[in-house]
């Protein structure tokens, strides 16, 4: 079977991209870092609907969890393949820089960009033997524009767009595809505390967008339509840029 792995699939956009791909054919890998009560919600729900999905748990930061992680699921797994990676896992802790601990900008660098590398460079093995991949990296209009108090989390975000192009390059003569999406305003755990009545007018669309609708992009790049699309970053953002 064909799986498509998503990192920080337990909750928001991560979470709706699992549900989103299940419907696409794909057997889920849901990982995430501590929340197990809501990856296991988001697996039940696929299964309910008669997909299959799977718990992966592993920190993106740490290479010796996502190896290990990768060791297990191939050694229990040895006719599927992981297909379609997801690198969604993120956090923002944000800070003017003046006031910026060392620990905030390593930390928000660490689970972006570094996780983005340590899962890709195992799950790319397999699709590149293959001939056939879609990698797809959560970036942020933070990281095309840059936002005041985010120079960690811009920083992570725009390298991986930095990454993403380098990557496509690479990968393209095995048919493997590396793309980035970039949403503004998403309803989520990570814009809860935000004033949304207030940030909502800069919204040219007036609104915050859903994580289904980023889930739809995501599931169209990961379609053999989008097979010519590659190195590119994909905007979602109600005209906000
Ligand atoms: P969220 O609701 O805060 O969910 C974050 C997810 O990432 C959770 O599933 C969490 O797992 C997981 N995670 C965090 N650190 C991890 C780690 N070290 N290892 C593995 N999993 C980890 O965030 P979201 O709003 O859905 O954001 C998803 C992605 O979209 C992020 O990359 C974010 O930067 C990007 N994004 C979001 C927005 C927005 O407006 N929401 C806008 C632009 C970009 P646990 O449940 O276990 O904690």
Redesign the pocket.
Known sequence: MNYALV?????????AICRRLALSGFGIII??????E??QAVADSIIANGSAAELL??????EQEVDAAFESWEKSHPDDNISVLV??????DDSLLIFMQSDQWHNVI???LD?MFFVTRRALKGMLTRRWGRIIN?????GLKGLPGQAN?SAA?AAIIGATKALATEVAPRKVTVNAV??????????ADLDEDSLKKQVPLGR??E?EE?ADIVAFIASDKAAYITGETISINGGLF
């Open positions: 990192t920080g699939g337990s909750r928001g956009i991560g979470a990982n995430y870092r501590a929340n197990r809501a990856a748990p592993f920190d993106v930061a740490s690198n969604n896992a993120g956090i923002r660490r689970t972006s996780g959560i970036t942020s209009l933070s989390y975000k970039a949403p503004g305003f998403i309803k989520s755990d990570m814009t915050f967008g994580p980023v």
